[in-house]
């Protein structure tokens, strides 16, 4: 009797032993994802809950399935590098980051670890991926072209102004897409015989600056690049273009904030999506092989009250093809 008692307490735990290793790889990886942002937290809130709502379409919810690591550059673009760096040496599963100056940093810190992009204008130009079909390498995401942004916008002034000569092209000279950007941008400007002059900022500090030298230049309209930069400060960019009765075109980001006219791809759509990609990640996927996107849908936003404070009337042409105006 005591053998056998022996026997089956001999079985129990062998069987035991063997089922703990089982046990644990059926409890859920706690997935580590690390954010590299360009601007602040505040200023890229709603950036940012775009991206958790998208993770949650899939499933995955923070503090509990996965976390998530924030680094913040903070407007300061230089700092990126480092903290690209700070996050690859906690070598999360997932860098997700956004903008080609983002995605050139994390790209740079790893070779390694996946980097999922969100709103970033032409990374075939900028060197980023090798093409939208196949990225190779460790990056993909989303992006949007330039012509189909700022060649409308352009457009989209000349129709409200037919005599406008002249429009300053806001940009940050530290972001690796402007050149790129301000070329295509430029070429398509010529064709509608306006000359574009090149204003550049690298922070909040010289906004206002850039504001008194495009009164100078009599420039007609602004047309401000999709930049966080500017968007992280969009209200202070409305009110300087306001208080110089200037027209400015930009994302919708700004038309909310009091600028002229928003045009182009909705931006939130653009980090929620990156859940998606790193769903595909995370469940095996290689970044080299997921297609870039492209968006496919494109909003104007007219704010009717920015064009009343600042005597402008907005052709009904170009109402009718609002898809909200802002009263």
């Known amino acids: 009797m005591i053998k056998r008692r022996k026997l089956l307490l001999a079985l129990g735990l062998s069987m035991l032993s063997a089922a703990v290793p089982c046990l644990a790889q059926q409890q859920a990886k706690v997935w580590r994802i690390g954010f590299l942002g360009q601007s602040s937290a505040a200023g890229s809130a709603d950036r940012v809950e775009a991206f958790r709502a998208g993770l949650r379409e899939f499933g995955y919810l923070e503090g509990k399935s996965l976390n998530i690591e924030f680094r913040w550059a903070e407007d300061r ?8 760096a700070e996050l690859a040496r906690l070598k999360p599963d997932v860098i997700v980051t956004h903008g080609a100056a983002g995605v050139r940093a994390a790209k740079s810190a790893t070779t390694a670890i996946p980097v999922v992009m969100a709103n970033v204008g032409d990374p075939v130009a900028t060197g980023l991926v090798a093409s939208l079909a196949q990225p190779g390498g460790n990056v993909t995401g989303s992006t949007f072209f330039t012509l ?3 060649g409308k916008q352009i457009e989209l002034l000349k129709e409200i102004f037919p005599r406008a000569r002249r429009f300053a092209f806001l940009m940050n000279p530290d972001n690796p897409s ?3 950007t301000y070329s295509a941008t430029e070429a398509a400007a010529k064709l509608l015989k306006v000359d574009l002059q090149q204003f550049a900022t690298r ?4 906004f206002e600056s850039a504001f008194s030298a495009m009164l100078k230049t009599r420039v007609d309209a602004v047309v401000v690049t999709n930049d966080s930069l500017f968007t992280a400060h969009a209200t202070t960019i409305a009110e300087l273009a306001a208080k110089r009765r200037l027209p400015v075109a930009s994302g919708r980001d700004l038309a909310e904030a009091g600028c002229l006219l928003g045009y182009g791809h909705n931006v939130l759509d653009s980090f929620r999506r990156a859940g998606y990609f790193v769903d ?4 095996g996927a290689k970044p080299a092989d997921l297609p870039v996107e492209r968006p496919t849908r494109f909003e104007l936003v007219i704010n009717a009250k920015a064009a009343k404070q600042i005597g402008v009337t907005i052709p009904p042409k170009v109402l009718a093809r609002a898809d909200r105006v802002i009263e």
């Open 203 to 206: 922070g909040p500090g010289e």
């Open 280 to 283: 595909r990640i995370l469940k």
């Open 178 to 180: 402007t050149a790129p």
């Open 77 to 84: 673009y230089e700092q990126l590098p480092a903290l690209a």
């Open 148 to 150: 189909e942004i700022y």
